[in-house]
């Protein structure tokens, strides 16, 4: 009877429709909810990063400032602890679906600071996106094997429902649909504004903050870098945006910071890859009250900086900076 049960557990864990049945309580189950969202309807620009796009940029403004207030569509899926390789898996699946072409996904914006490129996968997202051909190349048979028993490979994250609100919110999920905080996909276009704790967690901007400074990932890295190229083949425009932070610039900006070298090293690749890359706002003081902490932005400054986004989208010259070689 256990091993049935464990069975019936793992098989259950394999279903795209359950994971986003309990899109309210677990993050990657509203990574599913998004994912979901994009495939049913293939907006025409795409924004990807970590919590500082799920909560920075307004697809809806970023549309009207880049002079299509009735053309192409925008989502925004920035899903908050993913890392490059996630993100990588993400857009494989897209890949597989045929979306990443001119007439579909035909744009993508990457929001890059220093956690997309670490190891860092707390959220158990490469349990459900990661691509297991890439894993393999790279030698990555852990994460590899945690991709195919999610049953061991999500245990950790199962681990949160010994806490009695989120084993609520299992049994609400379980009676009935239920929204993730901030509402689902097609409330905002996938944006969720920053308020207050409701950005993201301390522990998880901790985390962020710590591996600001540490060098890169070698597989996170290889893998943002294969997920550009993917772009090129495909015929879909890519650039990169730098989130605005509060206290400091991130490290691909800020040459004279000790830990700067690896992150300036990326930032060449991708100006040899002729791949823009977009500082908002840069050389401006940062205004503490457009920000929920250091990191993350509320939704007064997500308008502004969608808006400039926006703007930077529509035209080379309203481009506030654009970074190329050192």
Not at 125 to 144: C, T
Not at 160 to 177: D, M, N, T
Not at 302 to 314: E, K, N, W
């Amino acid at each position: 009877m256990a091993i049935v049960l464990l069975l019936a557990a793992e098989a259950l864990l394999h279903s795209d429709a359950v994971l986003h049945r309990f899109r309210a309580v677990f993050a990657a189950g509203r990574a599913m909810d998004k994912l979901l969202h994009v495939e049913r309807n293939p907006p025409r620009l795409l924004l990807l990063g970590n919590s500082r796009v799920d909560n920075g940029f307004d697809p809806v403004t970023v549309v009207e400032h880049a002079g299509g207030r009735s053309g192409p569509s925008a989502f925004n899926l920035g899903l908050p602890g993913a890392n490059a390789s996630v993100l990588y898996g993400i857009v494989r699946r897209l890949d597989s679906a045929r979306l990443l072409r001119p007439g579909a996904i035909e744009q993508i914006v990457i929001g890059l600071d220093e956690g997309l490129v670490q190891a860092d996968d707390s959220l158990g997202y490469l349990v459900f996106f990661g691509d297991r051909e890439r894993m393999l190349a790279h030698g990555d048979y852990a994460n590899l094997a945690r991709s195919i028993l999610r049953g061991w490979g999500y245990a950790g994250n199962l681990k949160q429902l010994r806490e009695p609100a989120k084993l609520e919110q299992l049994v609400r999920a379980v009676i009935g649909p239920v929204e993730p905080v901030g509402g689902g996909a097609a409330r905002r276009q996938g944006y969720r504004p920053g308020f207050g704790a409701a950005a993201q967690d301390a522990e998880q901007v901790m985390r962020q903050e710590a591996g600001s400074t540490a060098p890169p990932d070698r597989i996170a890295e290889a893998d943002l870098l294969a997920m550009l190229d993917l772009f090129r083949q495909r015929g879909v425009r890519a650039s990169v945006v730098f989130p605005p932070l509060l206290t400091r610039q991130v490290l691909y900006l800020d040459e004279a910071h000790p830990a700067a070298v690896p992150y300036l090293k990326i930032r060449s690749e991708l100006a040899a890859r002729e791949v823009p890359m977009l500082a908002l706002g840069a050389g401006e003081r940062r205004d503490s009250a457009e920000f929920v902490n250091a990191g993350h932005l509320n939704d007064r400054g997500a308008q502004r900086f969608s808006a400039l986004l926006g703007r930077a989208l529509a035209d080379d010259s309203a481009r506030t900076v654009r970074v190329g070689a050192r």
